[in-house]
C-alpha cells in the first residue's frame, strides 16, 4: 500500500513538473522527495506539499519552507560538501532558522549569538545560523568576509605584508569603509564584519574581542615557541558561501565545524602565501635550509603541526589532527554506502597537507560530484564581474 502512495505521488508531481515552468518547482520536487524518503515520513504527504509549494511559486514566484524542510536541507548541504573531511558528523549539526531577521544590525546580532554558541568555551560545536533567502530577480544577504573571523592583512611600502597575506584586499576594504586598524598593529587583528543588505550599502561591525577565543601557540619541547607571539582563532565560520536548498537559495548562511590541525599548522601557517613560517622555525631548529635534501621544510613543519595540536589540547579547545580525520571519514564512508549513498568528495582537499600517503584517505578513489542541497560559492560582492560562480566542487 506505501509503494503504491508513493508511486501515485510521483506520477502527480511529474505531472506538476512538466505543466509548470519553474525550475524551483522542479528542484522542491526532488528535494520533497528525498526528504520524505530517508526520513521515511508518510507519501501521502508530498501531494499536500506540493500543492503548497506551487500555489506560493504561481503567486510569489517562490516559496518559504518549513523549519522542518531547511534544517534537513543544511544538515544534507554539509553531508554533500565535497571538501569537507569531517562529514561523519552531519546529523548533529546544530540549525539556527534566522529568516525572519532583516536589518543588519539583527543579522550582525545573530552573528554574535552564533560564535559565542559554537565556541562554547572551547568545546566547539557545529552550527549554521541560515538567514532570508534570496527573492527572484534581486540580490541576497552578503556577508563579504570569507571566513567569520579573519586576520588583517597589511600591505608595506616596500611591497611586504605584515598579517595574513590573504586578506590584504579585504583589510583595504574594511578601512576604506571606515575601519581604524589598532596600534600598533600585530599580525593578528581581527577584521571586522561587512553585512550588506539587498539594495542597501555594506554596513562595518566590529566584532567584540571578548568572544573569540584564540590559543596562544606553544610547543612541548621547545619554550622558544611561544617568544614567536603565534595564536590562532578557534572557530572556523565560513560565511560567504551560498547555501541551496529545493530550489532556494540562502545568500548569508554561515557555518562551522572545527579545525583539522594542518589548516592551521601547514596552511595558515606554512604557505609561502600566507604567514610562511617555516623557514623562521627551520633557522631555530638549527636545520640545514641551504640544502632541499636536508628536508629542513618537513621538519619543521612537523613541529608547528605539533605545536599547534599541543596548544589546542592545552587550552581544552576542539581540534582534530589529519589521521583521526581520515580513519573518521572512512567510517562515514562505509555508514553511507551501507545506507545506498555514493559520497561524493575532492580528493585533493579530503587528502591532508600534510603525510597524505600515511593516511587511508589518499589510497581510495572518490567521485566528484556535485548533489544537492550543498553549498556554492559567490561572486565577490565587491566584484561583480567575478565569474566564480557555480559548483565549488568541480
Request: with cysteine; proline share 7%; net charge neutral.
Amino acid at each position: 500500500m506505501q509503494q503504491q502512495i508513493s508511486h501515485q505521488a510521483n506520477l502527480w508531481a511529474n505531472k506538476k513538473i512538466k505543466e509548470s515552468e519553474s525550475p524551483i518547482f522542479s528542484e522542491a520536487v526532488e528535494y520533497l522527495n528525498l526528504c520524505h524518503t530517508e526520513q521515511k515520513l508518510s507519501p501521502r504527504l508530498i501531494p499536500i506539499r506540493l500543492q503548497e509549494i506551487q500555489h506560493e511559486i504561481d503567486k510569489t514566484g517562490t516559496y518559504w519552507q518549513t523549519s522542518e524542510e531547511l534544517t534537513y536541507g543544511a544538515k544534507l548541504a554539509w553531508r554533500n560538501s565535497t571538501r569537507c573531511i569531517g562529514r561523519i558528523f552531519w546529523q548533529s549539526l546544530i540549525v539556527r532558522d534566522l529568516r525572519h531577521l532583516s536589518r543588519a544590525e539583527e543579522i550582525f546580532a545573530g552573528i554574535v549569538e552564533h560564535i559565542k554558541l559554537a565556541t562554547n568555551d572551547g568545546s566547539l560545536r557545529s552550527v549554521i545560523s541560515i538567514f532570508a533567502p534570496k527573492q527572484p530577480g534581486k540580490p541576497g544577504i552578503r556577508i563579504w568576509n570569507p571566513l567569520l573571523i579573519r586576520y588583517a592583512g597589511y600591505q608595506q611600502v616596500d611591497g611586504s605584508i605584515f598579517g595574513d597575506p590573504a586578506q590584504v584586499k579585504l583589510t583595504q576594504i574594511c578601512q576604506r569603509l571606515g575601519w581604524s586598524a589598532p596600534e600598533p598593529k600585530t599580525p593578528f587583528d581581527i577584521l571586522p564584519l561587512i553585512i550588506q543588505m539587498p539594495g542597501q550599502k555594506p554596513q562595518l561591525f566590529e566584532i567584540p574581542p571578548d568572544i573569540v577565543l584564540e590559543v596562544p601557540i606553544s610547543h612541548p619541547k621547545y619554550p622558544w615557541f611561544e617568544d614567536l607571539g603565534l595564536k590562532w582563532h578557534a572557530l572556523p565560520a565560513v560565511s560567504d558561501l551560498c547555501l541551496e536548498i529545493g530550489g532556494i537559495s540562502y545568500s548569508a548562511a554561515p557555518f562551522n565545524g572545527w579545525y583539522m590541525g594542518t589548516e592551521i599548522g601547514s596552511r595558515n601557517f606554512g604557505d609561502v602565501h600566507r604567514y610562511n613560517l617555516l623557514p623562521k622555525i627551520a633557522k631555530l631548529l638549527g636545520l640545514n635550509t641551504s640544502s632541499k635534501l636536508s628536508l629542513w621544510k618537513d621538519q619543521a613543519l612537523v613541529e608547528l603541526n605539533t605545536a599547534v595540536l599541543h596548544s589546542f589540547a592545552l587550552q581544552g579547545v576542539s581540534i582534530v589532527d589529519h589521521h583521526t580525520a581520515s580513519e573518521q571519514f572512512i567510517r562515514h564512508t562505509e555508514r553511507e554506502e551501507s545506507q545506498g549513498r555514493i559520497v561524493p568528495a575532492n580528493w585533493g582537499w579530503i587528502v591532508p597537507p600534510m603525510s597524505a600517503s600515511a593516511t587511508e584517505v589518499f589510497h581510495r578513489e572518490y567521485q566528484n560530484l556535485c548533489f544537492k542541497p550543498n553549498f556554492f560559492t559567490q561572486p565577490n560582492p565587491w566584484n561583480h564581474t567575478d565569474s566564480n560562480v557555480g559548483c565549488p566542487f568541480h
